[in-house]
């Protein structure tokens, strides 16, 4: 008898037939209506990627079209190509649109379409089996972030389970950490309004925020930035840079603090700002003063001159400068103190709550209390009595020093130790929402033992994923087009909130996602932790105190109130009192910068943190710490975003695939020469935990001694008929390793090349 695998791979070996995986659209017998949008138009939230854009979705002679909202300004009303492939996602014969059951070996692709009651109860019997027999915090439950992870999250609360997860440590955990450790909270960059924008590999113009990265086109069009980039390749944002650093992998932390000790030494840094916010400065000035620019030199390769030039053009520009906090190019070991390290630039330059600098979100609580009256609703937090308190800590606070990270999502990774050697207490059961370790964590084959290894796997999503392949049952999930969710915070430099919207009937047999967590725990008689009827009745407990904030989003699906505050800013400061005569009094300096307050340990920023030495010593202050991120002989292997695609979870979407199909890896043409390859070439990658097929492009845009590749490609999974096989597998060829206190999983090694 042959599997859907043999037939799959003799199909495509003698014929063109389409094959279609049992439970997805293709597969269905009866032709399932197109989505029949039933409103001309809605607003609501784009879903291609975490930024979750406020859109509208306009229906026309039976299509859909995506745009932008207007009514969000900062997000320009515009979509970015992702944006406007969500129909697509919507429409394509591949996507899940009923409940399937594993019937073979996991991952052999062998499945059995069921209905939405068998699939629960199949759920209930084996999670309540590994809860009754192993405890429930033998259960980990990872999610997408966004609102679909609060139903998941809560989920596992009602479950019992502390074992619970974003993608954070696999993605943006390492400044999420650091911020939290040095100011309380998360910082937003003014990008529009700087004048000097210092760039560690936070490439906008590919990883596409489409409010920070329209805010940093509007700066760069205006001409009034100067934008300096560090990266070992020449991205999008390098490219568009006025100044671009082909720094060496890993040693962006040197330049880092050899910038502070430039501000310093000189006196450059803002005294004052020091004097009133800053906590620990003197023990953070000893530590800078060991690393000159010449000593930055050395580590680097970027010239002691260049340092001191670009410190000081940073201080003329002060405060309307911003070092970026970086995202996703080199990883290190030292993600802490790198991130730390450039917080502590801005924290010098005095920029925070300042025009062109950084600034903390104006929820509705802050602003309220500075105006003096209520200018903006406030969301209701839904609490609900009687969760289980779970019996032992989560498997990631095994140590200490990932306290914060713990807090941040967690180490995502940290699952993988737990399923196979029990450490620190065994996992048994995964369910995931929307979420894709096998591609997103580093060392695929470990991550795929993982999940062999597991009694029992659960995903929920709109493909049977690279990680669904592994389940046990997959859950179809509407598309972020066919469901209603909460109502959402996006509160920037004044309070706003946002309502994703059912644009369109739903295909097939799927549910949204807080739908499918209320069932199955209703299922595992677990329902009275989900007293809310449905999600109309979810929103109304939102707005129980400002009923009237729902109607007016429904209608316009993003609302913001007030007027933008910056709480250091004099001019925006005296706009806001003239608007609101009941506001709170300034301070001498004509501002509410009395009014600023860190969450910290100490009330102030922590440009040390004694406390963080309870739990890491020696880590209280920022320091120069070497790294061994590749062997001699290797090349560095970095990788990042592409404009095309988001991380792992759009390579099989149709015109996304059609627009960028795989991930060729970039090699320098001296590199390429010494090892005989040409562009186009067929070659082998290899690291020490796996290996993998791609094709080189050669170009000069890259270090000699570094190699890139945009991520999420090289799909192993057959369902994702476009996706498999194309490109590289990153995550195949990247060991585990985890940084110190953020628990980030670092994405960068050592491999080697050959031509095949
Ligand atoms: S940046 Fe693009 S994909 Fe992401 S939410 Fe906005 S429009 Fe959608």
Redesign the pocket.
Known sequence: MLSRRDFLAKGSAFCAITVYAPGTLGAQSKILTPATPFIKEINS?????????P?TVESRLGKLF?R?NLNAKS?GG???????S?SKLLNDPHRLVKPIKRTGPRGSGQWQEIEWEEAYQLIAVNLNQVRDQYGPEAIAVSSKSGSLSNHAFHFGKAIGTPNIFSHGSTCPISYAVAAKVMFGNELKLDLENSKYILNFGHNLYEG???SM?RGLLAAQEKGTVKVVVFEPRLSVMADKADEWHAIKPGTDIAVVLALSHVLIEEQLYDESFVQQYVSGFEDFATSMARYSPEWASEVCGISAGDIRRIARELAAAAPAAIADHGHRCTFTPEEFDLRRGIYAINVLLGNIERKGGVYFAKNSKLYNKLAGEAVAPSLEKIKVEGLPTPVLPRIDLAQAQFKYAAKAGGLYQSIIPAALQQQPYAIKAWVMSRSNPVQTVTDRTQVQKALEAMDFVVACDVYISESAAYADVVLPESTYLERDEDISDYSAKSPAYALRQQATDTIGNTRPSWQIFKEIADAMALGQFFPWQDIADYQQRQVANNPELLPQLRKEGYLSFGIPLLMREPDMVAKFRQHYPNAQPVSERGDYGHQLQFTTPSGKIELSSPSLEKIAPGRSVISYRPVTLKQPGELYFIQGKSALH?NAATQNIPLLYDLQPDNPVWIHPDTAAKLGISDGDSITITSQVGEEQGTAKVTLGIRKDTVFAHMGFGSKNQELTRAFGKGVHCGALLPHATAAITGSNVHTTGVTIRRV
């Open positions: 939230i784009c879903e291609m990627c975490s930024t979750r854009c859109i995506i932008g997000f515009k979509v970015c190509a992702r944006g406007t969500g596409v925020n489409m990265t988001t």
